[in-house]
C-alpha cells in the first residue's frame, strides 16, 4: 500500500497546479515519456527517462547481483570501497547509512573526497588485499573518482601483484564508456554496464544503488517492491489527488509559486542520510534559469523556531499512523508541514522513486528542464585553469570575510556553508553549531556542503538558482598531501583548484561569496566563526 498526502487542507495554489497537471495531462505524458512536458527541444529529456521502469528492469537482474555478491564474500573481501561523485554516491551513501552491513558482508565505504586527510583516513581503514574498490561513473570520465582508483590501484598492485589487481576492482558504467574499456583492459573483476537512458541523479534505482545495496546483504527484492508500489501509483490510473508524486510535485511547485523557496526536510534519525540525496535531487534538476527550490536539510531542531515566511516544509516520519497529511499539531513552525510516513526503512525505495517523478513533475510546473545541468561546467572550467596555472591561486583568491554579508542580508537570502575538508562527526556538530547560530541571530535558512561533493549536487542550483545565496567557502589545510599516479597533480592540489575554481565561478556571476582558511584544526576554526557571527 502507497500513501498519499492529503490536499484536503493545505498550501495556497495547490489546487491551481494540481488543475494545470490536469489541463496539460502531465502524468499520462510524463509515462508516455513525452519531452514536450518540459521543452520543445528533447536533448537531455528523450534519453533521460529510464528512471520511470528501471525498477522492473533491474528486478530481472537480482539473482546476478546477489551472485556477484555472494562472490565477494567467498573471496574474504571486508571492506567495499565506492569510487564516486554524486548521482553515483550519494544513493550508495544513504543505503550505507541506513541499513549498514547485514551479517557476513562487508563494510561499505563511499569515498567522494579529494580532501587528503579523507583518502588517508580510507587507506589506513582497510587491507588493500581485502577490499573491493567500485568504480562508479556514467560518463566513465569524472576526475574525481579516475583520480582515486590511480591511487588505489597502485595501493592494491603492491598488496597483491599486478596479476592479481583487477580482481579487486568493479565498475558501474554506460557502455562504451572509457571506465568500461578500462574495465576490460585491466581485468577487472566485472562492469555493471548501465541503461543508458538514465541521468546520474536519477540513477540510485539502477545498478549505481543495487550494486552497493547487495554487497551490504540488503533485500533487493523488497526494495524494488516498495519502488514498483511507488511507480504504480504514480501512474494515470490513479487519481491525481491521490497520485502520491504528482501531489508532492504539485506542492514543491505551488510553494515556490507562493515565494516558499526554501523546502525544509525533516527527517528522523534513522533516515536521515535521505536528505543528502533529495538535496542533490531538488538543486540540481530546478536550480537553473534563475528558478529552483533550496533544499534545506540536516538543519539544527532549535534553528526552525527561527524560520520565516518562505519555508516550505516537508517532515517524513516512521511508523506514524496519522498518514499524509497537511495538519496543525502544535502551532509551531513546520507543524504545517506536509507529513510522509514510512512504515519502514525499506519504504525508501518507494521514497526514491517519488521523489523522482515528484520533481519531475514540479520542473514541468515551473518551466524548468529537471534533467541537465547546463551551469556546472563553469566551476569544471574555472577549476582546470588553477590546475594548469598554479601560481594563479596566489593572486587571484584572497581570503574575505561573510561579515558584511550577513549583516546587509535581508528576507529571503541563505547561507551556503561550503566545506573543503574532512567529514567527521566532530566537524559536523561544529557546524551544526555555527547554523543554529547564523539561524537566531540572523534569522537565515543555512545549507553545508562538503566540497567537492556539492560540485555534483547543490552547484548548479548556487550558479543557475535565484540570487538569494551567501556562499561561505571554508579551506582547511591538509597535514600531508596524497599522490595522484599518473597524474600531474596531487589531491592537494586538486582540491585547492576545485575551490578556487567554484569560488571564482560564484564570484564572476556575481554572487555573493567570502573565503575563510580554517587551518589544520577546522573545528576550533568553525567555533571562533560561530562566536564571532553571534556577537
Known amino acids: 500500500m502507497v500513501d498519499s498526502p492529503s490536499s484536503a487542507v493545505g498550501l495556497p495554489g495547490l489546487e491551481a497546479q494540481l488543475d494545470n497537471l490536469r489541463r496539460g495531462e502531465a502524468v499520462r505524458r510524463i509515462w508516455e515519456r513525452d519531452h514536450t512536458v518540459w521543452s520543445p527541444d528533447p536533448a537531455e529529456i528523450s534519453d533521460r527517462l529510464g528512471w520511470l521502469t528501471v525498477p522492473s528492469v533491474l528486478r530481472r537482474q537480482i539473482p546476478l547481483l546477489e551472485g556477484f555478491a555472494q562472490g565477494v564474500r567467498d573471496d574474504g573481501f571486508k ?17 550505507r547509512q541506513t541499513f549498514g552491513s547485514a551479517a557476513g558482508f562487508p563494510e561499505l565505504i563511499v569515498l567522494d573526497s ?12 582497510i587491507d588493500p588485499a581485502r577490499t573491493l574498490f567500485l568504480v562508479s561513473s556514467k560518463s566513465g570520465t569524472t576526475i574525481e573518482p579516475n583520480t582515486l582508483y590511480a591511487h588505489f590501484q597502485s595501493r592494491v598492485e603492491a598488496a597483491v601483484g599486478k596479476d592479481r589487481a583487477g580482481r579487486h576492482f568493479a565498475a558501474i558504467t554506460d557502455q562504451g564508456t572509457p571506465l568500461a574499456r578500462m574495465a576490460a583492459n585491466s581485468g577487472f573483476r566485472r562492469a555493471f554496464l548501465n541503461p543508458p537512458d538514465i541521468g546520474g ?108 515566511a518562505d519555508r516550505l516544509h516537508i517532515r517524513l516520519t516512521l511508523d506514524d499512523s496519522d498518514g499524509n497529511s497537511f495538519g496543525e499539531t502544535g502551532g509551531g513552525p513546520g507543524d504545517d508541514a506536509l507529513r510522509i510516513p514510512l512504515r519502514d526503512t525499506y519504504d525508501l525505495g518507494g521514497e526514491f522513486f517519488r521523489w523522482e517523478f515528484a520533481t519531475a513533475v514540479a520542473g514541468g510546473l515551473m518551466g524548468v528542464h529537471p534533467f541537465d545541468q547546463p551551469d556546472v561546467q563553469s566551476a569544471k572550467d574555472q577549476t582546470d585553469r588553477f590546475l594548469e596555472s598554479p601560481a594563479l591561486a596566489a593572486g587571484d583568491i584572497e581570503a574575505s570575510t561573510i561579515d558584511g554579508y550577513l549583516h546587509e542580508a535581508s528576507a529571503g537570502d541563505y547561507l551556503a556553508v561550503l566545506v573543503y575538508g574532512e567529514q567527521t562527526p566532530a566537524l559536523d556538530r561544529a557546524l551544526s553549531g555555527l547554523r543554529a547560530v547564523v539561524s537566531q541571530r540572523r ?6 556542503g562538503y566540497g567537492p561533493r556539492y560540485l555534483h549536487s547543490t552547484g548548479q542550483l548556487h550558479k543557475g538558482g535565484a540570487n538569494c545565496g551567501i556562499f561561505l567557502v571554508l579551506t582547511c589545510d591538509p597535514v600531508k598531501d596524497v599522490p595522484a599516479p599518473g597524474y600531474e597533480f596531487s589531491f592537494g592540489e586538486l582540491n585547492r583548484a576545485q575551490w578556487m575554481g567554484d569560488f571564482q565561478a560564484l564570484r564572476t556571476l556575481g554572487r555573493r561569496s567570502a573565503w575563510m582558511d580554517l587551518g589544520t584544526d577546522p573545528c576550533a576554526g568553525v567555533a571562533h566563526l560561530a562566536r564571532r557571527v553571534g556577537g
Open 79 to 95: 571492506h567495499v570501497v565506492l569510487l564516486g561523485m554524486g548521482g553515483s554516491s550519494l544513493g550508495p551513501e544513504v543505503l
Open 114 to 125: 579529494t580532501f587528503p586527510g579523507a583518502i588517508r583516513s580510507v587507506g589506513e581503514s
Open 201 to 308: 541523479r536519477y540513477s540510485v534505482l539502477s545498478y549505481f544503488g543495487l550494486v552497493p545495496a547487495a554487497l551490504i546483504g540488503m533485500d533487493l527484492e523488497a526494495l524494488l517492491d516498495r519502488a514498483d508500489a511507488m511507480a504504480d501509483a504514480c501512474r494515470i490510473e490513479t487519481p491525481l489527488g491521490e497520485n502520491p508524486g504528482a501531489l508532492l510535485g504539485a506542492f514543491l511547485s505551488a510553494g515556490w509559486v507562493s515565494g516558499q523557496d526554501k523546502m525544509t526536510l525533516q527527517t528522523p534519525a534513522d533516515v536521515s542520510a535521505f536528505g543528502l540525496w533529495v538535496e542533490q535531487m531538488l538543486s540540481e534538476s530546478l536550480g537553473k534559469e534563475g528558478k529552483g527550490l533550496v533544499p534545506v536539510v540536516g538543519e539544527p531542531e532549535r534553528a526552525l523556531r527561527y524560520s520565516g
Open 443 to 448: 534569522g537565515l535558512p543555512t545549507t553545508v
